[in-house]
């Protein structure tokens, strides 16, 4: 079974409608992320936690919200989808011990917005 | 001006060359440096870590350049398999950021 699992992995949505991606791990770390990657910008930082009662902004963290309900999972909202969030949303983790942060990536959710 | 720059390529060589791809960033304070490898459509994927020694894995070698703030990996006897995209990341001091470059793409062709 993988480390880290993303659901769905696939979502077509309406501009508008509320929508939530999963993400749990079971690699024990203690730090997760949220990214999204589009075609030429690279993997753009959401938000991030570093332990169950820590959350923090990223680089574009407008239109999103997320949840950290325990160590092991971390869960990204878009309140009100518009269509210029359509992209791959990957969920990532590391282990504040591991000085380099070397981070272990789901398999991305690919989310489309019409 | 970006924190971590790469050529984004597209880089097409034949199956046998050697390719090279750098990679530069702006923040001094940067402490751990590494190279990811993503699949079309799949996860980054951490390729190797860069230190100031240089290190080798293989076909692949990597060098960090401290005083210039540049990073590079180069691979040798280049593979159909190693067409992908090269992802350069640096991260500060106790891991508190990371920085991902946008990718370098690389097209390995027959």
């Known amino acids: 079974d993988a480390d880290v699992t993303q659901t769905p992995r696939n979502r077509i949505t309406k501009t508008g409608k509320r929508i939530m991606l999963e993400c749990s791990q079971t690699?024990?770390?203690?730090?997760m992320y949220w990214y999204r990657q589009d075609p030429g910008l690279g993997l753009r930082l959401i938000y991030y936690s570093f332990d169950v009662k820590d959350i923090n902004k990223g680089e574009i963290s407008d239109g999103y919200s997320v949840s950290r309900q325990a160590q092991a999972k971390f869960s990204l909202s878009l309140e009100s989808a518009i269509p210029n969030q359509t992209a791959l949303y990957f969920c990532?983790?590391?282990?504040?011990?591991?000085?380099?942060?070397?981070?272990?990536f789901g398999p991305g959710t690919r989310l489309t917005v019409l | 001006r970006k924190e971590v720059e790469q050529d984004p390529g597209p880089f097409n060589v034949p199956e046998g060359a050697t390719v090279a791809f750098n990679c530069t960033y702006s923040n001094s304070a940067s402490q751990s440096f590494f190279w990811y490898r993503q699949d079309c459509r799949k996860e980054p994927k951490l390729l190797m870590s860069?230190?100031?020694s240089g290190n080798e894995d293989g076909r692949f070698t990597a060098q960090l350049n401290r005083a210039s703030q540049y990073i590079s990996l180069l691979i040798r006897d280049s593979k159909l398999s190693d067409s992908a995209t090269y992802l350069c990341?640096?991260?500060?001091?106790?891991?508190?950021?990371?920085?991902f470059g946008a990718g370098t793409r690389l097209f390995v062709k027959a």
């Open positions: 860069v230190y100031s």
């Open positions: 690699k024990g770390h203690d730090r």
């Open positions: 990341v640096v991260t500060t001091t106790g891991g508190f950021k990371t920085i």
């Open positions: 990532a983790t590391s282990d504040h011990r591991d000085r380099g942060n070397e981070q272990f």
